[in-house]
Structure formats: structure tokens, C-alpha cells
């Protein structure tokens, strides 16, 4: 890093730009248009550099390491084909809004507009898919473009940045000195706004609270916890924001998700007030909007977000703050709590609704693995600081009902709904946190779409866990097929490797369970093998959700 004049090229000024921004990981598939990126990082031992094979599952990785450190995750790809691939990354920190920065090697300056090998503008694909889209057109403004989208990526509302870096760019030399390392802006509420909130509370009768959003701190989520036990507060984890507090808290209710259960619409409907922190109050959490219709609700409506755009621009709020979810908590808790909160009863009912939601239903599967036992398995038996991943498909109902998370960044799910996210995360997870227990839960279909980073895991010394839930199908798309066009079986049916040779060939561990009695013993088998390991759990194909079958 420089803060005295001398050339350096720009692969070097960036890589140095990155140090110096506290980046300590990336992840990549190697390209020859980032060239001197590469090269620079060979004497830069402090940046480890992970090599994935395929695009798409460096994306998924980097987004995941967002996700657990609050920090940028960095992907490097090169140009055309290597940035379409990692555009599903992209479009998953968006949504998600995980900080997250992808570089992409670009063709050379005097090239661009002429249709070159791999051209692609880049500014005209990501527009709608990151927060800033930007080309760096030569080497004295890296240092200037790097803070900048290290600020865009953590301030307000977290998401994506995309930077296109032209290979000669790259290459030119350039005296031009370091910033200082980025500071995130984000928004505390003001003493008006708690004071609002307060009033909402005292004149409620059944609120509600919705817990939501990302890169809260450990402090925030503590403050969140103490701010609900204070004020009997049931709380509601948005879609797949199950970490953000303990599940066996007394106050924790439940969890805005898809297919979401008849107690818990009940429950929403009937609240007078409800306080979404964080959250963006989308369409998954309130069933595509019939749940909560916009613009206004029935119920008084305390919006705290730290986009102060998204405020009011789908409901109208009654009390709107602009704030990290994590600033706005802490400052919550500090609040003198309600009295002898009115609602007590109807904050030990919503508990018990969810006690009761998350037993494994006697009626299980006629065959196979009953994945409701697994997955409670799972929840009592993994330390709690262990991290579960998922990506998407009917699978994950079981997971986000049956797990009960304990610590914050403990989940690693897509809000996204992008399938093949898991297996990727897991591996981000496992060498960010080697010291930690890292399970995937991961669909047949799922799994296969980045199968071959069983690879990365072992090249990196990444040890996870994985759980193929095998029903030789795409589940999601054949329930909505049976719903629809019952019978009339199309596209729908999945033929999988052996699974077990598969992950014996990569040198990982692998067994096939087809019993739910088989399950726990193998998991101890897989928990000591000491590498990267795959279960096959063969489940009941009619087994479509927890409650209901295909044939019915």
C-alpha cells in the first residue's frame, strides 16, 4: 500500500486498494483478462484466494461471506461468459441485501464498442441487478472507485456493486496513492422516533413484531432479544432471517415463509400493531400482499429500514425511521419497557403455536427418510454455533420449519430463491469458520447444479456436511405441476448420478441412508470423518411437504 508517490500497475493498486479495505478472502475462477490482479495477489499471502469451478458457485460463495461477516464478499471473474455465470450471485446479494463486490475483467480500452472476444457492457447487464455499476477506465481512479464501492456495498441498504476492469487498465502504471480504509454509513434513530414508537406501543393491544433485514452485529441481535422479553413482544422472523433471534426465546413465534401456516396468517391479521424492523415487507412474507394489502394496513404499521427509499413505497407507514436494524434495536432496548404489557396472553399463545408447529408429525412418510426427524436431529444435536445452509426447492420447508437456530449468522439461505445456493455457501462458510460444524441441506436437483465444488472443498480443506435429499424429482415444480395439471407429468423427473460414487471420486465421505432409524449413526460416521462428506437420504417421493402427498 502507498501513501508516497511511486508507480505501481493498476493489478497491484487494486490489490492494494483491497488490504487495505480489510479484505482478507476472495473467490474466483481465473481469468486471462485479470491477469495482473493475479499476479499481484501471489505476493499478497495476507489475501487468501479460493478457486471455485464455476462462476456461479464463486459468486454464491462470496455473497455467503458477506452474509457471515457483515463485510464485503469479493469475487473476481473474467469478462462475457465468466460474468453472465456469476450473475446469479449477484442477484442474490441484491435481494438478500448482502454487501458484496464483484470485479470482472474487461476487454481492453481500445477495443471496447466493436463487439471483441467476450465483450459485454456491463453497466447496461447489472443495472438492475447491484446497487452501482461502474468500468474503470484507468489506473489513477482504482483507489477512488474501490472506496467508493466499498461504501455503496455497506451503507443504507446493503447490496451488490459491479466493477468492469479493462485489462489494460490493469496493466498501466499509475503514481496515484491510497485512501483511507471505507467507514459504513448507516442511520441511528432520533429521540422523536423512539418516542413515536413508544406511543405505538402503549395504545396497542396485540402488536406484532417482524424481525427482517441484514448485517445486523451481535449486539444488535442481543438488543433485539432484550428489547421483545421486555416488552412481551412476540416476534416473527421475516423469510429466512431465522437467526436473528434465538428460537427458544420465550417471545419467538414463527417465520414469514413460504407456504406459510394458517396460525400464523391468523396471526398477522388479528395484530393491531405491527413493528417491521429491517424487513422489507416483500411478497413472500406477506403472501404475495393479500396477507398485508397495500397501501395501508388495518393495523398501525412502525417501519424502521435503512433505505429510506423503501419506506412508504409499498406501505404507507405510520412511523417511519431510516435506521440500521442493528442501531435501531440497541436504542429500542434502552427504552423503559411497557409497564404490564396487555398482551401477555396473546405472546404466550403465539409461542405455543409455534411449539407445537415445529413437533414432528406422527403420520410420516410411507417410505424412505423421514426428513422432519432428520432435520430435529439436527437442531438437537449440532453445537450452536453451527452453521446450516440451504438453497431452494420444497426440501427447505423442512429445514425452516423443523431447525431451530440459536445464533445470529448461523443460517445461510437465499430470500432469492435461487436454487444451488447452498452446497457453494457451505464451503464459504466452512473455510471462513473452519472450527465450526458446517451442514448443507441440499435437493438432488439442487445439489447438481454446482456438484463439482466438491472439488473446491477439497482443495481448500473445507470440510461440510452434505444432505441430499434424493426424491428423483424437481419437488417445487412438480407440486405447482400436480396442482395445476394433475397426472400430467412434464419435464419434472430428475435422473441422478450414484450419488455416493460421485462424492467418493472428489475424495469426499459419502454414505446412502434410506432409513430414518440408519440417519443418526451415519451423521456421526459423516462428523468424523475429518473431510467433506455426502449423505444420500433417499426420501418417499409422494412425500411433497411435512403434511401432503403427491397422490392426494
Request: proline residues 7%; contains cysteine.
Amino acid at each position: 500500500m502507498s501513501d508516497t508517490p511511486g508507480t505501481r500497475p493498476g493489478g497491484r493498486i487494486l490489490v492494494d486498494a483491497l488490504r487495505l479495505h480489510g479484505v482478507d478472502r476472495l473467490f474466483c475462477v481465473p481469468g486471462e483478462s485479470y491477469l495482473d490482479v493475479l499476479d499481484a495477489l501471489y505476493d499478497t499471502p495476507q489475501i487468501a484466494l479460493v478457486i471455485a469451478k464455476h462462476e456461479g458457485a464463486a459468486a454464491n460463495m462470496a455473497e455467503a461471506d458477506g452474509k457471515l461477516t457483515g463485510r464485503p464478499g469479493i469475487c473476481f471473474v473474467t469478462r462475457g461468459p465468466g460474468a453472465t455465470h456469476a450473475s446469479v450471485g449477484v442477484h442474490t446479494a441484491y435481494q438478500d441485501s448482502t454487501p458484496m463486490i464483484l470485479l470482472v475483467g474487461q476487454v481492453q480500452r481500445s477495443a471496447r464498442g466493436r463487439e471483441a472476444f467476450q465483450e459485454v457492457e456491463f453497466r447496461q447487464m447489472f443495472a438492475p441487478l447491484a446497487k452501482w455499476v461502474a468500468e474503470i477506465e484507468t489506473a489513477d481512479r482504482i483507489p477512488e472507485y474501490l472506496l467508493r464501492a466499498f461504501q455503496v456495498a455497506t451503507s443504507g441498504r446493503p447490496g451488490p456493486v459491479v466493477l468492469a476492469l479493462p485489462e489494460d487498465v490493469l496493466a498501466e502504471e499509475s503514481s496515484v496513492l491510497d485512501t483511507r480504509p471505507f467507514r459504513p454509513v448507516q442511520a441511528t434513530p432520533a429521540d422523536v422516533d423512539l418516542a413515536a414508537v413508544r406511543a405505538e406501543l402503549e395504545r396497542a393491544t396485540q402488536p406484532l413484531l417482524i424481525a427482517g433485514g441484514s448485517c445486523w452485529s451481535d449486539e444488535g441481535c442481543a438488543a433485539l432479544a432484550r428489547f421483545a422479553r421486555a416488552n412481551a413482544l412476540p416476534v416473527l422472523a421475516s423469510f429466512r432471517r431465522q437467526d436473528l433471534i434465538d428460537n427458544d426465546h420465550v417471545c419467538y413465534a414463527g417465520h414469514l415463509s413460504l407456504g406459510m401456516p394458517p396460525h400464523l396468517q391468523q396471526r398477522v391479521k388479528a395484530a393491531d400493531l405491527i413493528i417491521a424492523l429491517g424487513t422489507r415487507l416483500g411478497d413472500v412474507n406477506t403472501m404475495t400482499y393479500s396477507l398485508l394489502p397495500p397501501p395501508r394496513l388495518s393495523a398501525r404499521l412502525v417501519h424502521v429500514h435503512p433505505e429510506p427509499t423503501e419506506l412508504n413505497r409499498v406501505y404507507q407507514a405510520d412511523v417511519a425511521v431510516t435506521a440500521s436494524p442493528s442501531a435501531a434495536a440497541i436504542r429500542l432496548a434502552a427504552l423503559a419497557p411497557i409497564g404490564a404489557p396487555r398482551w401477555n396472553a396473546w405472546t404466550e399463545s403465539a409461542r405455543r403455536e409455534y411449539e407445537k408447529f415445529i413437533r414432528v408429525p406422527e403420520a410420516g412418510p410411507r417410505r424412505g427418510v423421514d426428513l422432519a426427524v432428520v432435520i430435529r436431529h439436527l437442531a438437537t444435536h449440532l453445537p450452536a454455533n453451527a452453521i446450516v445452509a440451504n438453497g431452494a426447492g420444497n426440501f427447505t420447508v423442512w429445514v425452516h420449519r423443523f431447525f431451530t437456530y440459536r445464533q445470529p449468522r448461523t443460517e445461510l439461505a437465499p430470500t432469492s430463491g435461487a436454487m444451488g445456493y447452498g452446497f457453494p455457501a457451505s464451503i464459504a462458510a466452512s473455510v471462513r469458520y473452519p472450527e465450526r460444524v458446517t451442514v448443507c441441506v441440499a435437493g438432488d436437483g439442487d445439489f447438481l447444479m454446482y456438484a463439482q465444488e466438491l472439488a473446491t472443498a477439497a482443495q481448500h480443506g473445507a470440510r461440510v456436511i452434505v444432505l441430499v435429499v434424493n426424491n428423483g424429482m424437481y419437488g417445487t415444480i412438480r407440486m405447482h405441476q400436480e396442482r395445476r395439471f394433475p397426472g400430467r407429468v412434464s419435464g419434472t423427473d430428475l435422473e441422478g448420478p450414484d450419488f455416493v460414487a460421485l462424492a467418493k471420486s472428489f475424495g469426499a465421505y459419502a454414505e446412502r441412508v434410506e432409513t430414518t432409524d440408519a440417519f443418526a449413526s451415519a451423521f456421526e460416521r459423516a462428523r468424523a470423518a475429518g473431510r467433506s462428506a455426502v449423505l444420500e437420504l433417499v426420501m418417499d417421493r409422494d412425500q411433497i411437504t411435512p403434511e401432503r402427498r403427491l397422490s392426494a
